[in-house]
């Protein structure tokens, strides 16, 4: 287990502290505030009650430029075949369909554009991310929740995010963001108190960042299957750091902000940085 100077403390408790309370999805980090009131949900029969959001129309001719304004939430209610030609959504994107038998996101291969956030959370019968084939631009990437999720996949126009959080998917055994290069906070897996519950019985490395150069804040944690990290270090340091040595690796990577605890391969016990 680290130790942290109090400067780190302070850091990562500032990071770190709203993913350290219930293992609910969609609550942790900055996707939180955005499930707030004023926004729609496009359905096959309503949307929310005062909602300011709106999407603009599309012909066959013109495909792939609806831009919806706002938040928007796509459940089991959703009309797919309405977003055939969704291309922009200028708030946060949620997706999710509960029970509604969807396997992949290939519905949204028109989709270019989340200014804020893509969620995917609490889908029953998805088993990949697979579809996304025209996203290129995107802010933050939480995917939770997913009892059949087996790959995160499709997201290879996609280089830069402010966050990335991955958790709770019990089925998820492959990872693959190799065109990311850069994450403010990447968060894999979860702890409350000091257990595991990253809910991540797949996983056992973390291949599939080959192309990653930058990471500000990284928590690794309650992966109960994860053996190591050492195929994301390995390319932390191929990318321009020096080569990783021991324990010392993530200091060596300038990763000083940081918890990796709970983990098969690691300190099995949780933490959080303030102490909780």
């Known amino acids: 287990m680290f130790l942290f100077t109090t400067t780190q ?12 309370g219930d293992d609910t999805t969609g609550t942790s980090g900055t996707s939180s505030t955005s499930s ?8 096959s029969t309503s949307s929310t009650t005062g909602s300011t959001s709106s999407t603009t129309g599309s012909t066959d001719g013109d495909l792939c430029t609806d831009v919806h304004e706002g938040d928007l ?27 509604f038998d969807q396997t992949d996101l290939s519905f949204l291969s028109c989709l270019h554009t989340v200014d804020k956030g893509l969620q995917v959370i609490d889908n029953a019968h998805l ?27 499709g997201f290879t126009q996609i280089d830069d995010l402010f966050a990335l959080r991955i958790s709770n998917n019990p089925m998820l055994n492959e990872i693959h963001l190799d065109t990311l290069t850069s994450v ?16 991540h019985f797949g996983l056992v490395d973390l291949a599939g960042f080959s192309g990653i150069t930058t990471i ?23 990318n321009g750091a020096a080569k990783p040595l021991g324990n010392a690796q993530l200091d060596t990577l300038k990763v000083e902000n940081r918890v990796v605890c709970g983990n098969e391969g690691g300190d099995p016990k949780c933490y959080c940085p303030d102490g909780d």
């Not at 797919?80 to 994107?93: I, K, Q, R």
């Not at 968060?187 to 809910?199: D, F, K, N, V, W």
Request: aromatic fraction near 4%; charged fraction near 15%.
């Open 9 to 20: 403390v302070a850091i990562a408790a500032a990071l770190i502290l709203p993913a350290c």
């Open 36 to 43: 707030t009131s004023g926004t729609s949900s496009t359905s």
């Open 73 to 99: 939430y796509i459940t089991e209610d959703t009309d797919l075949e309405s977003l055939a030609y969704l291309g922009h959504v200028t708030g946060y994107l949620h997706i999710t369909m509960d029970e």
């Open 127 to 153: 088993t990949s991310t697979e579809g996304l084939t025209n996203l290129h631009s995107l802010g933050e990437l939480q995917i939770s929740g997913n009892p059949k999720l087996q790959v995160i996949t």
């Open 184 to 199: 403010s906070i990447m968060e894999i897996g979860r702890c409350l108190a000091s257990e595991a519950t990253g809910h």
């Open 216 to 238: 500000d804040w990284l928590d690794l944690s309650g992966n109960e299957a994860l053996l190591s990290a050492d195929p994301l270090f390995d390319a932390l340091a191929a």
